[in-house]
């Protein structure tokens, strides 16, 4: 029995030695350095991804269902096919892709957690597949707009709304849980390290104790309900802390309001009354704001209270004034030993 119990304890020590190697390869730590502690994010951490693909997936079998009743579709359906009849010409039809569309400009507009580049390309990627599908119809609508004729017939399939929802929402969710965990955080005895690494994207930060200013939790509904919660961490350098536009409009001219030589003083002023009004209107302001980004900060992780009480202690710790009262301790304990 007791050789079973040393063997198994031998087997859990090459374990845990594999593993630390692992984890120090992983975070590249420099000889003597100790992990204290390691996060990811939560399965919770992005939610409104899974459910962007739910939406999408939802489009599809809309669209896909609604064009199987035709004219006999009723209720929200009704508006649905009369939003499909007025967007569809002889050849094609673009009401899904004028949705999709919508939809990829508002969710890369309202810049939240489902905003990145990969969601985007996705979602603009869905939006013109069945422009490319029936690419041969795409033809036909461009040639008759010039008076061509065009017979081409490229790709034999037409576009299968129940197919390809699921199959782009299936990956996107596969391509989520991937995301997901591509985000690996550590605190050891010396810094906090941020790793990441999706598809060809490498990202690795190293912030030292002593130069964090601040740490922040934030928790939103969901995390308080699921028990997450994002630990962000402000340094002097400005890590953590973005630009923010807020209002809307652009550094676009009001038609109409160009002065020209020959204006009269009456038409200058009423022009440069325009303008100033137009700029009023779409006036912006930046400010400066914390924006949780899961490359630089514990995003959604659980037990944040332990993460956070740790780099608390890890601050005071490397901070100046704690190596200054040490310093002095060192000195006073040294006088007392001489007298």
Not at 121 to 144: E, H, K, N, R, Y
Not at 256 to 284: C, H, I, P
Not at 302 to 330: A, F, G, I, P
Request: glycine content about 6%; overall charge negative; hydrophobic content about 45%.
């Amino acid at each position: 029995m007791s050789d079973e119990v040393a063997e198994e304890k031998t087997t859990n020590e090459e374990s845990e030695a594999k593993n630390a190697e692992k984890l120090a390869k992983t975070f590249r730590l420099i000889d003597g350095e100790e992990i204290l502690l390691t996060k990811k994010p939560s399965i919770f951490a992005f939610l409104g991804l899974y459910v962007l693909g739910g939406i999408v997936l939802a489009l599809h079998f809309i669209f896909g269902h609604v064009e199987s009743l035709g004219n006999d579709a009723e209720g929200f359906m009704g508006l649905v096919w009369s939003f499909i009849d007025l967007t569809t010409s002889d050849q094609m039809s673009f009401s899904f892709v004028f949705v999709m569309l919508f939809i990829t400009w508002l969710n890369r507009l309202m810049n939240t957690s489902t905003s990145g580049r990969w969601v985007t390309m996705w979602l603009f990627l869905v939006a013109v597949t069945p422009v490319i599908i029936q690419f041969d119809d795409f033809l036909g609508f461009i040639s008759d707009l010039f008076g061509m004729e065009n017979d081409m017939d490229f790709i034999p399939f037409s576009y299968s709304f129940t197919i390809f929802g699921l199959v782009y929402s299936g990956l996107f969710w596969v391509l989520t849980f991937y995301y997901q965990n591509s985000f690996h955080y550590a605190i050891t005895s010396d810094a906090v390290i941020f790793e990441h690494s999706f598809l060809l994207s490498r990202a690795h930060r190293r912030i030292l104790f002593d130069r964090i200013s601040e740490v922040i939790v934030d928790r939103s509904p969901v995390g308080t309900v699921c028990g997450f919660a994002t630990v962000s961490i402000l340094t002097d350098s400005g890590v953590g802390i973005v630009d923010e536009t807020l209002g809307a409009g652009g550094a676009v001219s009001m038609p109409g309001s160009t002065e020209k030589a020959d204006d009269t003083v009456a038409e200058k002023a009423r022009k440069s009354l325009l303008r100033s009004f137009f700029a009023l209107m779409t006036y912006q302001r930046t400010i400066k704001t914390v924006r949780p980004d899961p490359k630089h900060c514990f995003y959604s992780i659980r037990h944040w209270e332990k993460c956070k009480m740790l780099l608390n202690e890890m601050h005071k710790k490397h901070s100046q004034s704690n190596l200054l009262s040490d310093l002095k301790d060192s000195i006073t304990g040294a006088k007392s030993e001489e007298d």
